[in-house]
């Protein structure tokens, strides 16, 4: 009985954990979708209205940023410490605290553009932030068009893996 006990117990968290990566895939892609959402509000804000930085991000640091309201509160606090660090560390600093779900080509991709905001005029921050949006939108488009299929591999990975393990211990 207690063979059988362990057996169902092990099935159930690799089960568990196939559960847990299929999440994280998704929240990966919630993260993606809310940067580039982040960046188009950052982009029209410093084209249109001419907004410091830092009013953009006290202004983005609202609930409906629920995957990357840490990487702007972040970005934020740091800002207090500008004279000491140039904004383009501040920004790479918090991508890597903060911005942990998302590949390392997404990471790049945004470390590349914190070392050209509030450097040049509107123009070219704009053409720097549109060019890291369309980088962030081609890897959300991959990850989204297999976010089912991997759901659904990773679920049944973990449930099959849990299953053999059992039953090679019954």
């Known amino acids: 009985m207690s063979k059988f006990l362990g057996a169902v117990m092990l099935a159930a968290a690799a089960t568990l ?16 979708k809310e940067i580039v ?11 249109t209205r001419r907004t410091p930085l ?3 991000l006290i202004c983005a ?9 840490g990487f702007v509160c972040c970005v934020e606090e740091k800002l207090d410490c500008l ?3 140039s904004f383009a560390k501040i ?9 942990k779900l998302i590949g390392e080509n997404e990471r790049q991709a945004l470390k590349n553009l914190g070392s050209s905001l509030g450097k040049y ?3 070219l921050q704009a053409a720097s932030i549109d060019r890291c949006i369309s980088e ?4 959300y488009e991959v990850l989204n068009a297999g976010l089912k299929s991997n759901e659904k591999m990773y679920i049944g990975l973990g449930t099959g893996i849990g299953l053999i393990l059992a039953i090679i211990l019954v």
């Open 17 to 32: 954990i196939g559960i847990f990566k299929a999440r994280e895939i998704k929240a990966s892609a919630w993260t993606l």
């Open 37 to 47: 959402s982040f960046l188009e509000l950052m982009r029209n804000e410093i084209c």
């Open 54 to 56: 830092k009013q953009i």
């Open 61 to 69: 640091n609202l609930p409906e940023y629920r995957c990357i309201g």
């Open 83 to 85: 004279g000491g660090k």
């Open 91 to 99: 920004w790479c600093e918090s991508v890597d605290e903060k911005l």
């Open 121 to 123: 005029d509107a123009e």
């Open 136 to 139: 962030l939108t081609g890897e």
